[in-house]
């Protein structure tokens, strides 16, 4: 697996970035269907989480699974004068906390078990207007979380450790 050139960059930096934790795991089993919380998934490599719409896309896909930070979740929740926001609202498969997802852009990670590189930016889409109101996209840009895609399957669980290999 090769990681780019800005990723290497990166790296540099990322020696003592300290594990974070995942809170919480969301499934979309098909599109426009509500988000389905559960607490353990099985990761399937190359293709994305089971029982997710994107584990049945393109093999190799960029997109096999989305992250969000929790911390970044108060922050879009404060921009939209909200005291909190429902995960399943976001859309998003994965939400950490206390690592910052934006630094394992172009980086290889461990959840649990799973081996994952992290791909690109998640932006936000319009149904986040559906989602939180007017402003929703406004307030999600630069908070939307990354994508990536599994490079080592497994299983996930809520509260397993996140490292950056």
Known sequence: MSVNTVGRLLSRHLKNIKPGSLDWIGLRPERKMDMQEVSQVEAIAEMGLAGDRRCNGTPGSARQVTLINSEHMEVVAKLMGFESIDACLLRRNLVVSGINLMALRHQRFRIGEVE???????HPCL????ALGQGGVA?????????AKITQGGVIAVGDEVVKL
């Open 127 to 130: 149904r986040m207007e559906q």
């Open 139 to 147: 307030a999600m840009l630069g908070h939307g979380g990354i994508c």
């Open 116 to 122: 994952f590189e992290a791909t690109a930016q998640c």
